[in-house]
């Protein structure tokens, strides 16, 4: 039963994506986690002052539920399905991010510098976190879906656009890590 | 009976994401990085096997559970959208380590500092909605 506490690898991990995704497929639905952030911005009443989110919420009760399940699995799995949370991340990454003052890396699940509860005192890891996540709910909706969306179900698919985002992705992501860590860390 | 099947999903889902480490901000930065094979090999298998299941249903007309056909709906024709999109949610995700699935699994194993990632790219959405007549698309 060690297999259950220790980290899947890759070969596990990724068909288990694809078999969710083809759940959702083989109950009607599309495999895609961003369109939540829109529906909880309807739930909590901005299409009143923003046509993009006046529609009927309840057609996407589904996927909150889907989201409720993640946060549920997400405890599971950290609670009961695992007994070090060290990521074995690349020696020579630890000694990169080492070099940038992460000091939990190799040794954390997320850096505690930046998710550890006292993250909240400070505030440029409030920044860090806000602007992270800004980001990331601006683009995915502006390019139409995130990593479910594009890099899975529309890939799966062989859609052009979907091709383009996550070719996207990739130089958002490079940049900021290549280019724009080492003038804020 | 069908709320049960989508909260196991999710449930499924959430394992998934944070056993794989695809939800560890640590390894999205090794990613970028190019010092693992783990999140390529993670998405490229997933991707894989997804094409083959989603031509299969195609080829074989596979009906859902329910007996209906399956509809793949195709995106919208365009460049700059997803270009421009793209890159700022890569920013995002580079910078936050958490993409929209993996950070309600983050919550769930009760990181706290995600809710901030969370709220803001709620915020994001929103900026998004209010300024969308205004983007190239």
Partial sequence: ?185 | MRTLIYLCIGILFGITMFKSEAASWFRIYEMFKFESFHMYGIIGSALLIGIIVVQLIKRFNIKSFYGEKIHFSPKNKSFSRYMFGGIIFGLGWALAGACPGPMFALIGAGFLPIVIVVLFAMLGTILYGVMRDRLPH
């Fill in chain 1, 1 to 185: 039963m060690n297999w259950i506490v220790e980290p899947w690898p890759w070969y596990v991990s990724g068909p288990m994506i694809a078999f969710i995704m083809f759940l959702l497929l083989m109950v009607d639905k599309n495999f895609g986690m961003s369109s939540n952030l829109r529906t909880m911005c309807t739930i909590c009443g901005v299409g009143n002052k923003v046509a993009f989110f006046k529609f009927d919420w309840k057609s996407q009760k589904w996927n909150l539920l889907v989201v409720l399940g993640a946060v549920i699995g997400g405890f599971i799995s950290s609670h009961y399905l695992i007994t070090d949370m060290a990521v074995a991340i690349n020696p020579d990454t630890v000694a990169d991010l080492n070099a940038l003052g992460f000091n939990s890396a190799g040794t954390a699940y997320l850096p505690t510098e930046l998710f550890d509860t006292s993250a909240f005192l400070n505030i440029k890891n409030i920044l860090i976190l806000a602007i992270g996540g800004l980001l990331v709910g601006f683009g995915t909706r502006y390019a139409g879906g995130c990593t479910s969306g594009h890099a899975i179900s529309g890939l799966s698919d062989l859609q052009l656009p979907s091709f383009i985002a996550v070719i996207g992705f990739f130089i958002g992501g490079l940049v900021m890590i290549h280019f724009i860590f080492p003038l804020i860390f």
